[in-house]
């Protein structure tokens, strides 16, 4: 499975804003795990604009070239779009790349921070305001 | 000429609807154009309190709590703590995270709050608070009423709301709450004898303070006060908020934070 720990610098940043975002809904921790980060690169599957998420599909080759579907979880359409993201920021057939924490329990599940897209660049600003 | 009642109606309904779109004040130009639901991150505008034609301050406008939305506790006074009662920590040691009723899209009640604003809507005999958060409201009777009593006081999520003014300062008194709601997502509880009385003071263009008293017999040792200020969010609208797609509760099984402060007091044997 393709999934890499990244940086320590940007993965603390990416803790106190996903705590900071997740926490008014759940316990970060309770759901995710804080020591096991990943960061994953595939092509967007389904865009759910929901609440209490907003949830990102995406398709992941591992080494062995087997794809898995990945289900990860966004703060609310609410949260993004006051933070400068829109509905079709991301869409169907994007390639991106996510960082963020596996869940504790759910297959193939994880929590989204910072995306970025085919080329590299940001398209989520880890901003620790998101949320409050 | 003839005048036909029909027309002579037409005329007084006409003239009625000219004298009522008179008395409705329209911004002369529209709000500058920004994203939708205003900007989380923009600083609360400064100026005086803006005040009604009888002098009155005037509460309406969309407004943003910040502070006590995971553990309602930092909103105590410093050094303060929860009086929980010996029964209220027993029932809280077995709560779990997964328990969370707003977790489940339920409504968010007072004294809790959610990151997202709320729009306060005055009116002769109303005050509104419209939340965003799950699509909640609250209607608060400015018309003189008391709260019912025995039989006719159902328990209800927000509980029944009359207020009145104290000088600047506005006064809402709760109580019919039901007990299915927690204080934050820590997991405080309360029982459904709780009586809340907040007194919100808009002591600026930007900011409103405001204070609850919570007496709960039921389920708390003495009434606490919890304390916060609110901001006005600049050319912000309320967004919808219909929560159709909850993934969590059945992907969570840990103890509430609360119920791990539960258990360490009742293992001290402090009931504070």
């Given at each position: 499975m393709r999934y890499q720990p990244f940086r320590i610098g940007g993965a603390i940043a990416l803790l106190l804003l996903l705590s900071s975002t997740l926490d008014a809904h759940h316990s970060f921790s309770a759901q995710y795990d804080s020591s096991k980060p990943v960061e994953m690169r595939g092509t967007v599957t389904k865009v759910e604009w929901t609440n209490p998420h907003a949830r990102v599909y995406i398709d992941v080759r591992d080494d062995k070239g087997q794809t898995a579907n990945w289900n990860f979880e966004m703060a609310s359409p609410n949260i993004l779009v006051r933070n400068?993201?829109?509905?079709?920021t991301v869409k169907i057939g994007d390639q991106i790349t996510v960082s963020g924490y596996l869940a504790r329990r759910g297959d193939h599940m994880a929590i989204a921070g910072a995306v970025a897209d085919a080329t590299g660049k940001p398209i989520f600003d880890s901003n620790p305001d998101i949320a409050r | 000429m003839r005048t036909h009642p029909f027309r002579i109606g037409v005329v007084i309904a006409a003239a009625f609807v000219a004298s009522i779109g008179a008395q409705i004040t329209v911004p002369s130009t529209p709000p500058p154009q920004t994203?939708?639901?205003?900007?989380?991150?923009a600083k609360a505008p400064s100026g005086p309190t803006p005040r009604k034609p009888n002098g009155q301050p005037d509460l309406t406008g969309v407004w943003l709590r910040r502070a006590?939305?995971?553990?309602?506790?930092?909103?105590?006074?410093?050094?303060e703590t929860l009086p929980f009662r010996p029964e209220t920590l027993k029932r809280m040691s077995q709560l779990k995270s997964q328990d969370d009723p707003q977790l489940k899209c339920l409504p968010v009640a007072t004294p809790r709050s959610e990151p997202y604003p709320f729009r306060i809507v005055e009116t002769p005999t109303h005050i509104f608070i419209v939340m965003e958060a799950v699509h909640g409201y609250r209607q608060v009777f400015m018309d003189g009423r008391k709260h019912p009593t025995g039989e006719d006081l159902q328990l209800s999520w927000q509980g029944h709301s009359i207020g009145h003014w104290e000088g600047n300062t506005l006064v809402v008194d709760t109580v019919g709450?039901?007990?299915?709601?927690?204080?934050?997502n820590w997991g405080h509880i309360h029982s459904d004898k709780m009586h809340v009385v907040e007194r919100f003071t808009r002591?600026?263009?930007?900011h409103l303070n405001a204070s609850m008293l919570v007496d709960d017999p039921g389920a708390y040792s003495r009434p606490f006060t919890l304390n916060y200020t609110a901001e006005l969010m600049p050319n912000a609208e309320l967004m919808e908020y219909i929560c159709?797609?909850?993934?969590?509760a059945p992907n969570i099984d840990a103890p509430a934070d609360a119920a791990i402060d539960a258990e360490k007091l009742l293992k001290q044997g402090n009931s504070r």
């Open positions: 400068g993201w829109k509905q079709n | 994203r939708a639901g205003g900007s989380i991150t006590g939305i995971v553990n309602i506790e930092q909103l105590l006074p410093k050094g709450f039901n007990d299915l709601t927690w204080f934050d002591v600026d263009l930007g159709d797609n909850e993934q969590d």
